[in-house]
């Protein structure tokens, strides 16, 4: 016999962010429960739900976490984009998303914006599925 437990995205999401041993963002965590609530949709089966799998599974990272944990992996100009960085333009998110994916599978972009109760802007965050 078994119990399922059928979970709302914020009820996911609040697990994800209840979890002691993570440190998902709140928006990380609501972007998580999405995909992965889509995902069940896409499939046509439930996922059965365990935090301690989504924490082995997927990690969140911020742009500068990405690029020292992963640039040796990554098929990206660098000397392209710091260029382009130095002129004052915008880091290719795009492209280093899809070089991500193609590695992955899964790739999260989290626009974090601005902290309505601090006024900070946070950094953007990407999850990653673990590979």
Not at 64 to 69: F, G, H, K, R, V
Not at 79 to 91: R, Y
Not at 109 to 130: R, S
């Amino acid at each position: 016999m078994s119990v399922v437990n059928t979970m709302s995205v914020d009820e996911m999401a609040r697990d994800l962010l209840d979890d002691e041993y993570a440190s998902w963002t709140r928006l990380g965590a609501y972007a998580l429960a999405e995909y992965l609530d889509e995902l069940s949709d896409d499939i046509g089966e439930p996922i059965e739900w365990c935090r301690v799998a989504v924490r082995c599974d997927f990690s969140e990272y911020t742009l500068s976490d990405l690029i020292s944990n992963f640039a040796d992996s990554l098929n990206l100009d660098w000397q392209a984009i710091a260029l382009e960085l130095l002129d004052g333009g915008d880091f290719p998110v795009d492209d280093l998303v899809e070089q991500l994916q193609e590695q992955s599978g899964c790739v999260i972009y989290v626009e974090q914006g601005t902290n309505p109760l601090t006024g900070v802007t946070d950094e953007d965050t990407f999850i990653v599925q673990d590979f």
